[in-house]
């Protein structure tokens, strides 16, 4: 068995890597779960006039728990699903998992779409209906 060495160059080749080659198809997907996800907790968030979602986490300590633990149910299922198809990549291709770069892969492809996305829909939303008349 050879040793395991923390290559940082190898890394990044594989984590570039996955966007070619079999299941590429998860880079533009997964994201797009996780906006249609983070679309409709944000149009919530506006109805219940909730403050922005980032702003909220950032702010207000009371609620954070509370916050997280409902982005997690939301988000939850497209990030394990990302982390699977990662490792399902990752013994196809590299023949080899790295665990690591599947949670970085699935942070990157589920998570972090929906933390950017979630704040200015509610945002926007919450806007649109200040402007409609009645």
Same mark, same amino acid.
Do not use: C
């Given at each position: ?5 923390w290559? *940082?160059?190898n890394? %990044?080749?594989?984590l &570039? $890597?996955r966007?070619h080659?079999? &299941?590429?198809?998860? *880079?533009?997907?997964?994201p797009? %779960?996780?906006i249609?996800?983070?679309?409709r907790? $944000? ?5 219940? $006039?909730?403050?922005?979602f980032g702003w909220?986490l @950032?702010?207000? /300590?009371?609620?954070r728990s509370?916050l &997280?633990?409902? /982005?997690w149910n939301d %988000?939850?299922? @497209?990030f394990i699903?990302a982390v699977?198809?990662?490792?399902i990549?990752?013994i196809?291709?590299l023949?080899? *998992?790295?665990?690591?770069q599947s949670?970085i892969v ?5 998570? @972090?779409?929906?933390m950017v996305?979630r704040g200015? %829909?509610? !945002? *926007?939303?919450?806007?649109? !209906?200040?402007r409609?008349? $009645?």
């Open positions: 068995m050879e040793p395991v060495t290559d *940082i160059a890394h %990044v080749e594989h &570039l $890597g966007f080659g079999p &299941l590429s198809f998860r *880079i533009i997907i997964q797009l %779960v996780a249609v996800l983070a679309i907790a $944000g149009l919530k968030d506006a109805r219940a $006039g909730r403050p922005a909220a @950032v702010t207000d /300590s009371a609620h509370q &997280l633990r409902e /982005s %988000v939850a299922m @497209v699903a699977i198809i990662d490792l990549y990752e196809i291709v023949r080899r *998992i790295y665990l690591g949670l699935a942070t990157t492809l589920a998570l @972090v779409p929906y996305i200015p %829909v509610n !945002r *926007i939303a919450r806007l649109w !209906r200040r409609r008349p $009645g």
